[in-house]
T-cell receptor, first 113, second 115 residues
């Protein structure tokens, strides 16, 4: 079945460091891919998405490119801030719709001043 | 416009007790989804409801778990005779129309601990 695997955390970085959180998926066909962020005490928020191969999703300085050949959707940011400290979830869903989005286990990011 | 609200935020129960988790969707949203996140795992879909109807409960355990979304009031996820393995974070999401997770607005979750 479909699955999402993301790097284990926590990831601890200093402010202005480069961030990469790896995400790979297993799925047949061409799912849509997403990154969600959960700030402390809040619900998940959609951060960015890509719906087809080679698409790049971007938002708030974060980027991720849909790589069909490596079945990956790694999250990157060039310069993190303390306010980026949160848990990040990679996810996929079928383009045919439905409700059963598959989530990764989440990666906690700590950014130190 | 208030977001999706869940209460309680933290719930502690002893084995064999009942747990009731509440979810108030965003104003104007009539579609509610429940997800469970076990420790060190991703969120997993449990059930999708519209007002007074269960649309898809394929992710719900067959026993002890039930969900409802009455005409008036919040959606309720009910777990009877809780066991330690029920300890998890339970997230509710809502949407104005049926759709995948990217169209859903998530609540902050209820963290259930079973002693």
């Amino acid at each position: 079945g479909d699955s999402v695997t993301q790097m284990e955390g926590p990831v601890t970085l200093s402010e202005e460091a480069f961030l990469t959180i790896n995400c790979t998926y297993t799925a047949t066909g061409y799912p849509s891919l997403f990154w969600y962020v959960q700030y402390p005490g809040e619900g998940l928020q959609l951060l960015l998405k890509a719906t087809k191969a080679d698409d790049k999703g971007s938002n708030k300085g974060f980027e991720a490119t849909y790589r069909k050949e490596t079945t990956s959707f790694h999250l990157e940011k060039g310069s993190v801030q303390v306010s980026d400290s949160a848990v990040y979830f990679c996810a996929l869903s079928r383009n045919t719709g439905g409700f059963k989005t598959i989530f990764g286990a989440g990666t906690r990011l700590f950014v130190k001043a | 416009n208030a977001g999706v609200m869940q209460n309680p935020r933290h719930l502690v129960r002893r084995r064999g007790q009942e747990a009731r988790l509440r979810c108030s969707p965003m104003k104007g949203h009539s579609h509610v989804y429940w997800y469970r996140q076990l420790p060190e795992e991703g969120l997993k879909f449990m059930v999708y409801l519209q007002k007074e109807n269960i649309i898809d409960e394929s992710g719900m355990p067959k026993e002890r778990f039930s969900a409802e979304f009455p005409k008036e009031g919040p959606s309720i996820l009910r777990i009877q005779q809780v066991v330690r393995g029920d300890s998890a974070a339970y997230f509710c999401a809502s949407s104005p129309a049926p759709g995948s997770a990217d169209t859903q607005y998530f609540g902050p979750g209820t963290r259930l601990t079973v002693l």
